[in-house]
């Protein structure tokens, strides 16, 4: 009697399946019978919201590789043998149960849903025992026992000493031989020998060649080693089977709990499946309330194009019993009924719907008459069908039901049928049940009017374009609009005009000043849907241009922290340099200063005199500039220099040759410590001028006693990476290298330890 199809709950139920792999989950889905009950329902929408939310936080749990392992429980329940194959099922299974264990062990908070993990029982020990006799390719494994072992290394023994001595057989008898091999026919091993010597070598013949001119022939010499080998293949067949068999014997002890662990997942795999359908579905699940009265914010009808969709609020609130919908052809009032009536049992059956907010009631029971030609298959006509459905629906109805109808009375004379639908109204109000209908008679709007129990609303309509808006217009009257949307399609005016004309002389005072009320109310209804529109995009633009002053914000901070950090690092390695060049003075008295200055300075007068010759590994000084570096490479009028690790390319002829300044390590070591990172970056570079970057960096790392270091230079070509390994390997003062860890980088980095 119920037809929720009408509806199309079985649609949603198909699209909701979809996201759960498990088949039987499908099953349940499309199966789901929706029961009327507060708790059940109530247990749902809880499981479902849980879950959602879980979505949402990134905390999903993969259903993927679960399948129905019943069968193989029910078979080894049985005393049935299982095969390998069969039982790594088992113990894939029993893996996925471990794991989704695992995760709700993690989840942090008091969830419902918990239940279900916690009613999955494991036996890690049994499947132990599998995973150490079968294999991943569904195979007992060589040494899965003792017993097995040593038949495998008999049976490798006998086979190798039984080809060896084939081989020799075949040196020895080449003449004998049809072709220079031997063959395994019925488990044995036969050679093809020639017509004229099949008997010479007496044993078994097992058939001829196909061309008849040869026989596979056991000669007797190897029949005690076929048989010797035979045996020991049957004892291995036999110690397998009764491993499987004691492997299934587990399997059977432990039946009961496993298929009850399916039983979990599958519930399981059905919430979630239900919540991911309102993930990716920007879909909300809906509260439930104690009253008669639903309340629907922004709720779309989940079957259409989300690109098309018209969202609707709808509600029902007191005094009122029920809504009568009138409105325009195609202008939405089916797909409004269906909307809410889809979104109720949606909610009742657990899933999400289509909104910004909602507020179900508990009815016990919900009616629907919507046409979907069954009147020609009970060849009934249309109007008989509508009156046996109504009917079924008034003898059956309460004040706790929901009654759906659209179109109320359709396919009789026009002034009959608004007789029949005001008297079923009067029933429909008499039962105190919860109303949507649907209709264009005015007769039932002009009764909708005036009843204070009934809110009377209407689709909307653009005059302008003569097409319908699809938007809801609550406590308002709509007309259908018949004449104007006829006007689009005949060619003739005249025909509208007069029609235009019949229809005013038909209507009453009454019936003008409704529909000029109600196209009042449908023009102000607009211009607040309008003025809304506008609302959402000033919203959505104020949003963004935030979003944007905020992100401005956040990397105006960052550069400022970041400049801050460079230019402190700079004051540091000035105040490291002066450090430096004020112990160097310290440990000179003064006389010797200024000899050497002195003599520096006639060093310099004659450089000046002298076209300078530069070569690698001279200290220069660039002009203009107090910092001394290392040359490491010359290319024709250029050079670069090396400042304490950083590379600096300049012209020859800027460059003032400086004399060989020996390290004072005594007093530079702690203030070194405090100046070596922990990591040198050398990705990019050459590998000679890598190496040379890596050994300066490794001597302070390991004068300032660190530990361990970190060197990042990519993974690329693998050149750099090898050089320095074997760089790495000569030093004497390194203890071990190793690639980095998967946080640290992996082989893109290569972690040092000193001694």
Do not use: W
Request: net charge negative; with cysteine.
């Amino acid at each position: 009697m119920n037809n929720y199809q009408n509806l199309d709950l079985d649609i949603i139920r198909e699209r909701v399946a979809s996201y759960t792999p498990i088949t039987e989950a499908k099953q349940y889905i499309n199966d789901e019978e929706i029961i009327f009950n507060p708790l059940v329902i109530r247990k749902k929408l809880k499981e479902t919201s849980e879950a959602l939310k879980l979505l949402q936080e990134n905390n999903d749990i993969g259903f993927e590789g679960i399948y129905n392992c019943n069968e193989l429980l029910i078979k080894a329940d049985k005393g049935l043998l299982l095969s390998g194959i069969e039982l790594k099922n088992l113990l894939v299974f029993h893996n996925h149960c471990e794991r989704i264990v695992k995760i709700f062990n993690k989840l942090e908070g008091d969830l419902s849903i918990r239940d279900y993990a916690d009613s999955i029982n494991l036996n890690p020990k049994v499947f132990d025992r599998i995973n150490s006799c079968i294999d991943n390719s569904g195979e007992v494994k060589e040494d899965a026992t003792q017993r097995l072992a040593e038949l495998n290394r008999q049976i490798t023994a006998a086979e190798t000493d039984l080809y060896n001595r084939a081989h020799r057989f075949i040196d020895k008898h080449a003449s004998s031989l049809q072709e220079l091999s031997f063959y395994i026919r019925n488990d044995r091993l036969t050679f093809l020998i020639k017509n004229s010597d099949k008997n010479k070598y007496q044993g078994y013949t097992y058939g001829s060649s196909a061309s008849g001119l040869a026989y596979y022939v056991e000669p007797a010499a190897f029949i005690d080693a076929n048989n010797q080998l035979l045996n020991l293949k049957g004892d291995r067949a036999d110690e397998i089977e009764r491993i499987l068999r004691e492997l299934s014997y587990l399997i059977a002890s432990i039946a009961d709990d496993y298929a009850l662990n399916f039983d979990s997942l599958l519930k399981l795999s059905v919430i979630f499946a239900k919540a991911r359908y309102g993930f990716y579905n920007q879909g909300i699940t809906a509260a439930i309330n104690d009253t008669s009265y639903f309340d629907f914010k922004d709720l779309c009808h989940p079957l259409i194009d989300p690109k098309k969709v018209v969202s609707n609020s709808y509600r029902l609130y007191e005094p009122y019993r029920g809504i009568v919908i009138s409105g325009s052809n195609t202008g939405g009032k089916t797909v409004s009924l269906k909307a809410i009536g889809l979104s109720v049992l949606m909610s009742y059956l657990g899933i999400p719907i289509i909104a910004s907010k909602a507020s179900v009631p508990l009815y016990d029971q919900i009616y629907v008459d919507i046409d979907d030609n069954q009147s020609i298959q009970d060849s009934l006509s249309t109007f008989s069908a509508h009156i046996s459905n109504i009917n079924q629906i008034l003898n059956n109805a309460n004040e706790r039901s929901l009654i759906l109808i659209d179109e109320l009375i359709s396919g009789t004379d026009p002034k009959e049928a608004q007789a029949i639908s005001l008297a079923i109204l009067d029933k429909i109000k008499e039962l105190r049940s919860i109303f949507i209908i649907t209709t264009h008679f005015d007769d039932i709007k002009n009764y909708s009017y005036n009843d204070p129990e009934i809110l009377l609303s209407s689709v909307g309509f653009n005059m302008d374009t003569l097409t319908p808006t699809y938007r809801y217009l609550e406590d308002s009257i709509g007309s259908s609009n018949a004449i104007e949307i006829a006007s689009r399609y005949f060619d003739d005016e005249e025909i509208i005009e007069k029609a235009k004309k019949y229809l005013n002389l038909s209507r009453s005072k009454e019936e003008e000043l409704l529909e000029k009320l109600s196209k009042q109310i449908e023009e102000n209804e607009t211009i607040k849907a309008n003025l809304e529109d506008e609302k959402n995009k000033y919203n959505s633009l104020k949003k963004e241009y935030d979003e944007r002053i905020r992100a401005f914000e956040n990397e105006k901070n960052d550069l400022r922290a970041k400049y801050l950090k460079e230019l402190n690092e700079y004051i540091e390695d000035i105040k490291y340099q002066a450090e430096e060049k004020l112990d160097k003075l310290n440990e000179k008295d003064s006389e010797t200063v200024i000899q050497e200055f002195d003599s520096f300075k006639k060093e310099e007068k004659v450089k000046k005199e002298e076209k300078v010759e530069f070569q690698v590994n001279d200290n220069v000084r660039i002009k203009d500039n107090e910092q001394i570096g290392v040359i490491s490479e010359i290319n024709k009028d250029t050079a670069v220099i090396d400042i304490r690790g950083l590379r600096v390319k300049a012209k020859l002829k800027d460059l003032i040759l400086m004399p060989k300044i020996r390290k004072q390590q005594t007093k530079v070591v702690s203030k070194s410590y405090k100046r070596v990172p922990a990591e040198l970056n050398i990705v990019g570079e050459r590998v000679e001028d890598g190496l040379i970057m890596m050994e300066e960096y490794l001597d302070k790392a390991n004068a300032a006693h660190m530990g361990n270091v970190k060197i990042i230079h990519g993974i690329g070509t693998g050149a750099l990476r090898s050089a320095i390994r074997s760089r790495l390997k000569k030093l004497s003062y390194v203890k071990e290298f190793k690639d980095g860890d998967y946080y640290d980088g992996g082989s893109a980095v290569t972690m040092v330890e000193f001694k």
